[in-house]
């Protein structure tokens, strides 16, 4: 079964300051990756998404996500933070095809904090 | 495009009720739809994958006579809570998969926070 595990459940970034947050999956086959970020009382929104193609995917708000299929990682990173950064940020793994119209799997979430 | 909305955004309502969340794609059809449940601080865990026109597929240890599934359109999915407890109370949160994508991206809506007093 597949599975994502995002191993920081906080971190702490002074503004200005690069982030980087981690993300490993675990799938038997081609995945289709996500970040996706949620505000406090807020839905998903969509950062980036990566399926096929260049391993380094450009988002919105200034992040990008590396696919390291040696590493089964996909991690999250922006090289300046902003306080509107903080959130709690989602990776999630689901398969390429829709055929079978599985759902996506979700990491438990990494809770960015930013200090001034 | 790719909006999904939701309604209502927020219900409260008391034990033993029954509470129907409805999930649209507003500019797209969607074949398959989903449902995701989210508790405090916790990550989403998908409960069950709604069809349209069949019968929807639950997750393991997901009720499915607690939380009845209808996709009777390409644009409309329903979930309802019955005889709600406090232990439902959650935030719910729904996705739509267009059904003209070839690869399994899904568009969420904003979710649903159900508190049962």
């Known amino acids: 079964a597949q599975s994502v595990t995002q191993p920081d459940i906080h971190i702490t970034v002074s503004e200005g300051a690069s982030l980087e947050l981690r993300c490993n999956y675990s799938y038997g086959a081609t995945p289709y990756l996500f970040w996706y970020v949620q505000s406090p009382g807020q839905g998903l929104q969509l950062l980036l998404k990566y399926f096929s193609g260049d391993t380094l995917v450009q988002g919105i708000k200034g992040f990008e996500a590396e696919f390291k299929r040696s590493q089964s990682s996909f991690n999250l990173r922006k090289p300046s933070v902003h306080w509107s950064d903080a959130a709690e940020y989602f990776c999630a793994v689901g398969p390429y095809s829709g055929g079978g119209a599985d759902g996506l799997t979700f990491g438990k979430g990494t809770h960015l904090i930013i200090q001034p | 495009g790719a909006v999904v909305s939701q309604h209502p955004s927020w219900v409260i309502c008391k034990s033993g009720t029954s509470v129907k969340i409805e999930c649209r794609s507003l500019?797209?059809?969607?074949?398959?739809m989903f449902w995701y449940r989210q508790f405090p601080k916790q990550s989403l865990m998908l409960m069950a994958t709604s069809n349209e026109g069949s019968k929807a597929t639950y997750e393991q240890g997901v009720e499915k006579d607690k939380f009845l599934i209808n996709h009777a359109s390409l644009t409309l999915s329903t979930l309802t809570v019955t005889s709600a407890h406090p232990e439902d109370s959650s935030f719910y949160i729904c996705?739509?998969?267009?059904?003209?994508?070839?690869?399994?991206?899904?568009?969420f809506g904003p979710g649903t926070r159900l508190t049962v007093l």
């Open positions: 996705s739509a998969r267009p059904w003209r994508e070839s690869y399994n991206e899904q568009f």
């Open positions: 500019d797209f059809q969607a074949t398959t």
